[in-house]
């Protein structure tokens, strides 16, 4: 008679003491005696045996993908995936592994990421290609359903999350033009107001000396007027042949205060152009101030809103 032999490892079966089970060997895997009796059978002919036949750590692909199932049906999907992926690895021929993992598989995800010219998934090729008849046309009976139902809204999705970003980008970047523009206003109307005021303290503004000289020079000048005004008139009239030069007497003095305050006028008037040019530009610069202040407060709100960030 031949001996018995493992069925995992081909080594030969030794029978334990108890006479309830056998051992292989070399791998150390136990069978119970009803699997013993199944391989004496199979040996020598038929053998009667009583109640199921069981193998001490082999699970079966109909057992492992029965489990995978229960898990699938009480939505344990991490358990499913995982004994699925089992059934994959232990039994890669059999369907039923590869049609769980494309059950389980993220379909939104995968259309979400879908590029022009991918093929299906692995996972569905490979059910697919192992499954027969009503197995396979209810794979692609479920493959369709994901193509009409998911795939749509994936693709709005996408097409959605591409318009923001592209929105986005075209606020940022008209964002920052007016960040580098309202910052080289900022900085003219501050050089601006840097000479004005530069000019106002190296300068020293005339323009209180100015107004008191004009002040000045038109109570005196009209006051020396009259002055000789009346010793002109006086003289004209005692001595008429030295008309000419009392007149004279008259009209230099008057011609020489006139002049004066005429200069006097043209500094006060010149001063007070530099002081609206200063106050000017301090206008222009708090409001540049203020413009560039806002663009950036509006860059830091676009940013703060960026698709995708909380």
Sequence with gaps: ??????????????????????????CGMRFKKE??????????????????????????????????????HLGESGKASAAFQQLTNDYPANYRGWWGLTRLL?????????????????????????SEGD??????????????????????ERTAKETAETEYRQRLGQCQNNLIETARLL??????????ELAQSTENFRGPRAENARKRFTSGGIIAFLICLA????????????????????????????????????????DRAREQSLADAKVAFHK??????QAMAERDRVQNAAPGKS
Aim: include cysteine; charged fraction near 25%.
């Design 106 to 130: 993220d379909w939104k995800g995968y259309f979400y990421n879908l590029r022009t010219g991918e093929t299906p998934p692995l996972v569905y090729q490979r059910a697919l290609e192992f």
């Design 288 to 293: 540049a101030a203020e413009i560039h202040a």
């Design 35 to 72: 699997a013993v009796k199944k391989m004496v059978m199979e040996l020598s002919g038929p053998i009667k045996i009583d109640g199921p036949v069981q193998v001490e750590g082999i699970q079966g692909a109909s057992a492992l993908a029965e489990r995978a199932e229960i898990f699938l």
């Design 1 to 26: 008679m031949q001996k018995l032999q493992c069925e995992i490892c081909g080594g030969s079966l030794i029978m334990a003491e108890d006479g309830e089970s056998a051992v292989c060997e070399n």
């Design 187 to 196: 900085k003219q109307a501050q050089d601006t107001l840097a000479k004005f």
């Design 135 to 156: 197995q396979k046309a209810e794979i692609l009976r479920f493959y369709e359903q994901k193509l009409q139902s998911v795939k749509p809204e994936a693709d709005a």
């Design 231 to 270: 010793l002109g008139i006086a003289g004209i009239v005692s001595t008429p042949p030295a008309a000419p030069a009392f007149l004279l007497l008259i009209a230099v003095p008057f011609a020489a205060c006139l002049t004066r305050y005429r200069k006097a006028s043209r500094l006060l008037e010149k």
